[in-house]
């Protein structure tokens, strides 16, 4: 008899091994954790959309302080044109950035771009006549340049 309950003993033993307890979930258990992820959701949208009315309420004066530091801004810096005055006597170098072109540049670019900028300055047009003398006299020097 005592060998009957020893086989017993070890049918038990060996299906014990197999068969895992802590692996099992109730529902109760389940909902739980469902509960618990929603909760921790909808704490985060929350806290998401109090931020985000905070960002846009601090944004408006932020935005007029940014416009306001943009306007005083030197926009000079950020222009492709030559900032300088006109000098006494008109250089190549002068010519040349009045034009827009290479002082060694040929004939036919010092006319393409004379023509070009004298459409958009012509006195005729609207344009400043002082500007136009410029214009001309850059081109006259230039192509005065290119015939030596």
């Known amino acids: 008899m005592a060998h009957t309950g020893v086989s017993a003993m070890d049918d038990t033993t060996r299906y014990s091994e197999y068969s895992s307890k802590t692996n099992v979930r109730s529902d109760a258990e389940i909902d739980r954790q469902l509960g618990r992820t929603l909760i921790a959701v909808g704490l985060g949208v929350a806290a998401a959309g109090f931020a985000g009315r905070y960002a846009f309420q601090l944004w408006k004066p932020l ?53 070009r900028i004298m459409v958009l300055n012509h006195p005729d047009k609207g344009g400043s006549p002082y500007l136009a003398a410029k214009i001309n006299e850059a081109k006259d020097l230039l192509d005065k340049e290119i015939r030596r």
Not at 81 to 105: N, T, V, W
Request: charged content about 25%.
């Open 63 to 115: 935005g007029q302080v940014f416009s306001e530091t943009a306007k005083k801004m030197p926009t000079s810096a950020f222009s492709s044109y030559y900032k300088g005055g006109f000098e006494q006597k008109m250089s190549r170098r002068e010519a040349s950035l009045i034009l827009g072109i290479s002082p060694a540049s040929t004939k036919v670019k010092v006319r393409e771009a004379h023509r």
